[in-house]
């Protein structure tokens, strides 16, 4: 229950709207429950009145069964709509605080996630827990009060009456779905987990179907996607089944409260206690009012997975170091970004290898210097630490001669233009991919920057120019030429630092060479950090800082 409560209070900037709607649900109830046994006192003292040839006031029920119709209505929309503006509301936070926990993801648990279990516990698991009040939390507390109200209604006409209806309203609304979630809890973690596995391999199949055609494995895949859809919809069925048999519990516990009434209230009505009309009013109301637990059965069968989801959520955003903190006042671009790092520690949290201990680092503004080492040793890292985007364990980083920690987040990223070492192409046309870097920036910009790496002529050779689109992730590019525009779009920010985390990837090293002297012929005073694991360039370097002993110091001279 830790989980849940971790939940709700991510909830706290909607708990207005979402109380509104579960005060609406309740006025729903009551105006439902009241609505039937209004009626039925009503119909029972017309009948009565009728047989005995009294005059009855039916103006007044009449009115109130109108009216109880009235607010039924309208509270079922209002709660309608305040519940999903509420969802709405809760949807843009959850997401959001997600993916600002999740920007640095790719480095961080690079090798623990792939792309399908990060898609479902964005998609699928969040969509569990944006309804978690409203088809939990809202309608547990809406029983508590609609049943607890009804109880104690029936309580000032029998308490024997209210204590049945009270046990009975328990055992629908509580008992029965506690003792069928515990025993649907495993369903619910393993229909998680299957989705999961489901969606990889799903996307591993469109994603690999040309290796799985050319070395003959389409047809276990297949299979393994068949057998995993067969378990799915086992659990399925078995949940539902689960459902059908707590909803068939609810009915049956309702009948009994309905028997109840008239068994109970009989004796009343020979003493002259009760007058029939009341008989008719507590016998419709004690089954009404298991329109307040109806809700709950699929709600605690739901929680296993919800329990399951929140916790992959949660796991998700925990494995995050925290970022930098933000400050939100907007400051000046420093005169200069000269970068200077000074006894750095960092690693990437408890356990891990740590990848910087006591690292010195200099970058003078206008400055050429590349970081070459194996993969894993810390050189993508060390781009975050000078962007800022993460926090070092020990040590100072200064940009401009002040902490980097001390500048706002838009300023410090005016600082940089990074091509990182994922392309990070989008679906879309090659003219709005390189005015990701600079909106407002002219075609001859975006022209001048295809030409400095290289794919001027191809892009004016297509039919459709700038206006070509690219596909989702770049697909309908070489590998080679996505490392290129990512690199141009890198080129066209106007940002004094410039960062090409292996920019040669994709290409021959001819290629990769002819791209690099096109790249620092066109620096004009801007800084470049170069990092790769290929020889290509650095001979155009101030220096070169080479890694596997992170507590190795390297100072450059600044041109």
């Given at each position: 229950m830790r989980v849940l409560a971790r939940l709700l209070l991510l909830y706290r900037p909607v708990w207005g709207w979402l109380a509104l709607a579960a005060f609406l649900?309740?006025?729903?109830?009551?105006?439902?429950?009241?609505?039937?046994?209004?009626?039925?006192?009503?119909?029972?003292?017309?009948?009565?009145?009728?047989?005995?040839?009294?005059?009855?006031?039916?103006?007044?029920?009449?009115?109130?069964?109108?009216?109880?119709?009235?607010?039924?209505?309208?509270?079922?929309?209002?709660?309608?709509?305040?519940?999903?503006?509420?969802?709405?509301?809760?949807?843009?936070?959850?997401?959001?605080?997600?993916?600002?926990?999740?920007?640095?993801?790719?480095?961080?648990?690079?090798?623990?996630?792939d792309g399908a279990d990060l898609a479902q516990r964005l998609r699928g698991d969040l969509d569990r827990l944006e309804t978690v009040f409203l088809r939990l939390a809202?309608?547990?507390?809406?029983?508590?009060?609609?049943?607890?109200?009804?109880?104690?209604?029936?309580?000032?006409?029998?308490?024997?009456?209210?204590?049945?209806?009270?046990?009975?309203?328990?055992?629908?609304?509580?008992?029965?779905?506690?003792?069928?979630?515990?025993?649907?809890?495993?369903?619910?973690?393993?229909?998680?987990?299957?989705?999961?596995?489901?969606?990889?391999?799903?996307?591993?199949a469109v994603q690999g179907l040309p290796e799985l055609l050319v070395f003959g494995a389409d047809r276990r895949h297949r299979a393994r996607i068949e057998a995993l859809s067969s378990d799915l919809i086992a659990e399925q069925i078995g949940l539902g089944?689960?459902?059908?048999?707590?909803?068939?519990?609810?009915?049956?516990?309702?009948h009994l409260a309905l028997w109840a009434a008239v068994v109970l209230t009989v004796p009343l009505l020979a003493d002259g206690r009760l007058g029939g009309p009341n008989l008719a009013m507590l016998a419709l109301l004690a089954l009404a009012l298991f329109e307040a637990v109806a809700p709950l059965p699929a709600a605690f069968l739901a929680l296993g997975g919800v329990i399951e989801s929140a916790r992959r959520v949660f796991a998700l955003a925990d494995a995050v170091p925290p970022p930098s903190v933000a400050i939100q006042?907007?400051?000046?671009?420093?005169?200069?970004?000269?970068?200077?790092?000074r006894g750095i520690g960092y690693s990437w949290g408890p356990g891990r290898t740590r990848l910087f201990d006591g690292f010195d680092f200099d970058l003078p503004q206008g400055g050429k210097v590349a970081l070459i080492g194996p993969s894993g040793s810390g050189k993508s890292t060390l781009v975050l630490l000078l962007t800022g985007l993460v926090q070092p364990d020990a040590g100072t980083i200064l940009l401009g001669g002040r902490p980097i920690a001390a500048l706002d987040d838009e300023t410090r990223r005016r600082c940089f233009a990074v091509a990182p070492q994922g392309c990070g192409l989008f679906s879309g046309t090659l003219r709005n991919t390189l005015r990701l870097a600079d909106p407002q920036a002219e075609d001859a910009a975006l022209w001048r920057s295809l030409s400095l790496v290289g794919l001027a002529d191809f892009v004016a050779a297509l039919p459709e120019g700038l206006d070509t689109w690219i596909g989702s992730a770049g697909l309908t590019l070489s590998g080679g030429q996505a490392r290129r525009l990512a690199v141009a779009r890198a080129l066209l920010r106007p940002a004094p630092v410039l960062i090409l985390d292996e920019p040669g990837e994709g290409?021959?090293?001819?290629?990769?060479?002819?791209?690099?002297?096109?790249?620092?012929?066109?620096?004009?005073?801007?800084?470049?950090?170069l990092i790769t694991h290929r020889p290509a360039g650095l001979e155009r370097m101030d220096a070169v800082v080479r890694f596997g002993d992170h507590r190795s110091k390297s100072t450059i001279t600044g041109t």
């Open positions: 649900a309740l006025l729903t109830l009551l105006a439902q429950t009241g609505l039937m046994a209004l009626s039925g006192w009503f119909i029972a003292a017309m009948a009565l009145a009728g047989v005995a040839g009294t005059s009855l006031n039916y103006f007044t029920p009449s009115a109130l069964i109108r009216a109880a119709a009235i607010v039924r209505t309208a509270g079922r929309y209002g709660e309608r709509l305040v519940g999903h503006e509420a969802t709405f509301r809760l949807i843009a936070r959850l997401r959001v605080w997600l993916y600002r926990r999740l920007e640095l993801l790719p480095l961080v648990l690079r090798g623990e996630h809202a309608p547990l507390a809406v029983a508590l009060a609609g049943g607890g109200l009804g109880v104690a209604w029936m309580g000032r006409f029998d308490p024997s009456l209210a204590l049945t209806e009270a046990v009975l309203l328990l055992a629908a609304g509580v008992a029965v779905p506690v003792v069928v979630a515990r025993v649907a809890a495993r369903r619910g973690v393993r229909q998680v987990r299957l989705l999961t596995a489901l969606s990889g391999a799903s996307v591993e089944r689960m459902v059908a048999l707590s909803q068939a519990a609810g009915l049956l516990c309702g006042e907007s400051q000046p671009l420093p005169e200069r970004c000269d970068l200077s790092l290409l021959d090293l001819a290629a990769e060479q002819a791209l690099l002297d096109a790249v620092i012929d066109g620096l004009e005073g801007r800084s470049l950090l």
